[in-house]
């Protein structure tokens, strides 16, 4: 079922697309007819059938449509790509510096000091952070342990468990 948004950004059922005869028109079909409500049952008869049609009318009035493929761009970086990481130091900048100065502290960041890319955590720092991973595979390389990567401290320990190794180097690893 399509939804309309009216102006005030509510959605809600429409009354005009019960009416339409062609439920599977395309939005560029609609647009290249010169009457909208050529595919229409009948002519919307007033009340709430007619607010919405001449919302409708009113939204498309004055739009274009190019004949390009759909795309999303982000304009918070410069390559139009979407990056949590810039969302993230978009909050810190703006939101991070204020909650936290009214309570005395000064804090940079919440991000991992290791990556800068994700929020500090110790689940992140020793289960996801790409850094602190390639450090552990690094480590195990040179014990000549198998690398496994890990997602929980319940992983590890029983990893740690069931590694053949002398107990001096579980207890280093661990």
């Not at 697309?17 to 395309?26: I, Q, R």
């Not at 390009?68 to 990056?83: A, H, I, K, N």
């Not at 929020?119 to 996801?128: C, L």
């Given at each position: 079922?399509?939804?309309?948004?009216?102006?005030?950004?509510?959605?809600?059922?429409?009354?005009?697309?019960?009416?339409?005869?062609?439920?599977?028109?395309?939005?560029?079909?609609?647009?290249?007819?010169?009457?909208?409500?050529y595919s229409?049952?009948?002519i919307?008869?007033?009340?709430?059938?007619?607010?919405?049609?001449?919302?409708?009318?009113?939204?498309?009035?004055?739009?274009?449509?190019?004949?390009?493929?759909?795309?999303?761009?982000?304009?918070?970086?410069?390559?139009?790509?979407?990056?949590?990481?810039?969302?993230?130091?978009?909050?810190?900048?703006?939101?991070?510096?204020?909650?936290?100065?009214?309570?005395?502290?000064?804090?940079?960041?919440?991000?991992?000091?290791?990556?800068?890319?994700?929020?500090?955590?110790?689940?992140?720092?020793?289960?996801?952070?790409?850094?602190?991973?390639?450090?552990?595979?690094?480590?195990?390389?040179?014990?000549?342990?198998?690398?496994?990567?890990?997602?929980?401290?319940?992983?590890?320990?029983?990893?740690?468990?069931?590694?053949?190794?002398h107990?001096?180097?579980?207890?280093?690893?661990?």
């Amino acid at each position: 079922m399509v939804r309309y948004c009216s102006r005030d950004g509510a959605a809600q059922e429409s009354r005009v697309y019960a009416l339409e005869s062609c439920k599977n028109v395309t939005v560029v079909v609609k647009m290249s007819h010169e009457n909208v409500g050529y595919s229409l049952r009948r002519i919307p008869r007033g009340g709430v059938e007619q607010v919405q049609f001449l919302e409708l009318l009113a939204s498309m009035e004055g739009a274009a449509l190019v004949d390009m493929r759909d795309r999303w761009v982000w304009s918070l970086e410069g390559s139009g790509e979407f990056f949590v990481a810039s969302v993230r130091r978009l909050i810190d900048e703006h939101w991070l510096p204020l909650n936290i100065s009214r309570r005395g502290m000064n804090i940079e960041s919440i991000l991992c000091p290791i990556c800068d890319k994700a929020v500090k955590s110790a689940s992140h720092i020793f289960f996801a952070c790409h850094i602190a991973i390639k450090v552990f595979h690094k480590i195990t390389s040179w014990w000549d342990v198998n690398f496994m990567e890990l997602s929980s401290y319940e992983e590890r320990l029983e990893w740690l468990l069931n590694l053949r190794h002398h107990t001096k180097y579980k207890k280093l690893l661990e």
